[in-house]
């Protein structure tokens, strides 16, 4: 399925899913976005596979560019 297909289940994510998704954009560990948000970076890692099984994504890669591919439309 192409990245693109996948835009409108971003409607679907929380709004801290919603930053962390955002994050992911430029690749950084889920210990350098849990110290950006303040939270356990455990806690990063349930929202990156929640987000991941929303989106219908498979990689934490494919949740990325998708970030990137919508950036301009995500409100963290």
Not at 20 to 43: C, H, Y
Not at 64 to 72: M, P, R, T, V, Y
Request: proline share 4%; hydrophobic share 40%; aromatic share 2%.
């Amino acid at each position: 399925m192409p990245l693109s297909s996948h835009a409108s289940n971003i409607g679907r994510l929380t709004d801290r899913e919603r930053q962390v998704f955002s994050l992911l954009a430029n690749g950084p560990s889920n210990r350098i976005i849990a110290k950006q948000l303040d939270i356990a970076e455990r806690t990063v890692k349930a929202h990156v596979t929640n987000l991941m099984r929303k989106l219908e994504v498979e990689s934490r890669l494919e949740a990325a560019l998708l970030s990137n591919l919508h950036a301009g439309e995500i409100k963290p």
